[in-house]
């Protein structure tokens, strides 16, 4: 049933297309923020003040992407494809996830 109301975004690299519709919404959705996150510079900071302000953002947020994707593993790690799914997307986000 996902399947039909899923479109694999343009963004999605070629080897994590197959299977994407077919993956929970919560994890399609944590996909979608991520990638977002991971495009988002927080502009130029104005002065050195700026600049580590941007730097505790960021840091906070990627605590928080850390957190929710661990959750989602240990969420979907019984179900063998999801879970397979997983570690092919988290071997090319190792460095940041």
Do not use: N
């Amino acid at each position: 049933m996902a399947a039909a109301q899923c479109e694999i975004p343009q963004w999605l690299q070629p080897p994590h297309r197959d299977g994407f519709c077919d993956l929970p919404a919560d994890l399609r959705g944590f996909v979608a923020e991520y990638e977002e996150f991971k495009a988002f510079s927080g502009g130029e900071p104005s002065d050195a003040a700026a600049m580590e302000a941007l730097a505790r953002e960021h840091e906070r947020r990627v605590g928080e992407q850390r957190a929710r994707w661990s959750r989602l593993r240990a969420r979907y790690a019984a179900d063998t494809a999801v879970s397979r799914w997983i570690q092919r997307y988290g071997q090319e986000q190792d460095r940041f996830l």
